[in-house]
């Protein structure tokens, strides 16, 4: 059954309207380990071959029906996106696939009364190149490959 159906199904089923603000956050037991994020993202960076349809691009939200998160979460990686924290995913996809994540997320937006917001930003490879890690002990030149060695 699609997402998009069985958002509709718990529409239709009582989902009308956000629930209390402090709800309990995500299994964040089900994510990668940090180590399998930072290899994922030094994936990303360092592919040589991109096809010229794909393109980098950031899923983040933040939704607060419980039900509503789980299946959106779950939508994103079934369309491959990897999950970089609880609410942020990157894909390196076909534009077309863009197009439908931003289409039917539009749309599970749309189906109930919420305060949630969506945001799918496309990103380029200079751009995570230039990211900067706070609040981890990550080396971000392992990420991006900048080491320099200095001979004398």
Do not use: P, Y
């Given at each position: 059954m699609p997402y998009i159906e069985i958002l509709r199904r718990l529409a239709h089923a009582g989902l009308k309207g956000s629930p209390a603000i402090n709800r309990v956050t995500g299994n964040t037991e089900e994510m990668a380990s940090?180590?399998?994020?930072v290899d994922f993202l030094i994936g990303v960076i360092?592919?040589?071959?991109?096809?010229?349809?794909?393109?980098?691009?950031?899923?983040m939200y933040?939704?607060?029906s419980n039900k509503v998160r789980r299946v959106v979460s779950k939508y994103l990686e079934d369309k491959g996106c990897f999950r970089?924290?609880?609410?942020?995913?990157?894909?390196?996809?076909d534009r077309n696939i863009c197009e439908q994540i931003k289409t039917d997320l539009a749309e599970v937006q749309a189906l109930y009364d919420n305060h949630d917001s969506i945001i799918v930003c496309p990103i380029s490879t200079d751009e995570m190149?230039?990211?900067k890690i706070i609040g981890q002990k990550i080396n971000i030149d392992i990420i991006t490959k900048i080491n320099n060695t200095l001979f004398f």
């Open positions: 940090l180590k399998d994020r360092n592919r040589q071959e991109r096809k010229a349809t794909d393109m980098l691009f950031f899923v933040d939704i607060e970089i924290q609880r609410s942020i995913f990157l894909a390196n996809a190149r230039a990211m």
